[in-house]
């Protein structure tokens, strides 16, 4: 625990006013990109297309990559290995396959702000475009993850008890997202990508003095680890969530439908022109290969290092800790938290702005006494997603109080239940000419609900299965459904818009 050194501890004391000050300092310069529902949502246009990629991809990283997954890679050991493999490989992919087609559709639609928004017009359906912001309240979740990570980090790191760690994190994203909106997340997103690569790169660098070995640094680590437990160095683990080739293949189609995330493919709706989307997408893929892929090795040689901790997920913060110097260690344990706030920030811009922009604005009209305005019912729609911060942020809170077992879990419980409700609407509205409204709601009914059923009731003890498994169903159900109610070509449902 940093308490043990008090220059240490001061160092991250400062540096954490000073970076705090900073964020505040952006939000406020943002705020005069956030007049409006879109400038809030979105800032379009006001980012440059490389700092938005450096945003997707921090953004994608979380506390999960930063604390989940090393803890899991502590626990579990190579076998996680596969997972952080997906993140930059097939998740990329998948960032290739989709983004250019979700631009293109969301510029022919006018120009949405919110992926409820993008799936309401594609299906000319406001009542899907509210089902998916009920939805996205499963975000909720994520942030409760984002929360505990960075309690854990305060608590870890420099002693301060894991409920005031929560009102800290809750309170400053609140702050300076609730000033700048999307400017102000994609602007400090972007200037954490920079610190989170540089921090992922110093772990592996520290192997050389840690772990030891030379140039066969990582064959002394895999020895090491063996001499542990010789399941720890197995391609296909005895326990845990990759203990099967089905399981190991289940993660890969989960981590390549996540970039369907809506606070992700909302990066994709801020871009401006069609030519931004090739260095938003190399952005993405160069920040997002170094952060996913050498964090996660420091759980393992944090499993070598404290073979006993209390908490897997404390594995990084104590590696830190012990492997630098103090002022670098003070620096990195900064870089950690930058990557929790990353986002925790566009957590809340997804789930607050879905609030104002597809549930509030989409149902408003239909319970006032009287005709609301365009710009009044904009106006509206921008106070209640600023005012739902705080809202979601107690609620997050509150959520946060019991420490979960599992970062990793309840982050990937929280995501992976989105995605079964919406990746077969976005694909087959991408590709076929028959996808429809009827089948797109019957589709995300079905995919959410057979999620969480199978995840609470324990019918599926592995997550990534029972996402499969929902999601697969999810596209069966929508086939069948829009096969039976199909009327129209794409062409019409493409060039139609609600009203």
Known sequence: MLTESSVLLWTVIVLLAVYFGA???VGKKGRAHSQSMAGFATARGKVSPWLVGASFATSYASANLFIGVPGLAYEYGTAVLWYTLGCFGVSWVGLLLFAKTFWRYGKKFGRVSTLPEWLGKRYNSKAL????????LFNVYYIVGQNVGL???FETVIGIPYFWGIIIGVAITIVYIGLGGAFAQMITDGIQGILMAVTS?????SFLWTVGGGLN??????????????????????GGPYNSALAIMAVQFMLFSFILMPHLMNKVLSLENEEDLAPFTLSAGL????ISTLMVLGGLAARVLFPSLQSADSAIPMYVIEAFPSIIAAIMIVGIISAILSSTDSLYLGVTTSIGNDLYRVVAPFFASKKISDKDLENQSLKVAKWSLIGVGLLSLYLSLERPDSLAFLIQFSYSAIISGIIAPITLGYFWNKANNYGAIAS?????SLYVLFTTQELIGNIFIAMFISSATAFAVMGIVSLATSHTTQQDLVLKKSS
Do not use: E, M, Y
């Open 23 to 25: 964020v505040t300092w």
């Open 129 to 136: 475009q509210v089902l998916v912001s009920l939805l996205i």
């Open 151 to 153: 309690a854990t980090i």
């Open 201 to 205: 790169i110093l772990i592996v660098v």
């Open 217 to 238: 640094v990582f064959g002394v680590l895999t020895d090491r680890l063996h001499a542990i437990d010789p399941n720890l160095t197995a391609a296909v683990a005895n």
């Open 287 to 290: 920040v997002l290969c170094i």
């Open 444 to 448: 995300l009914i079905t995919g959410a």
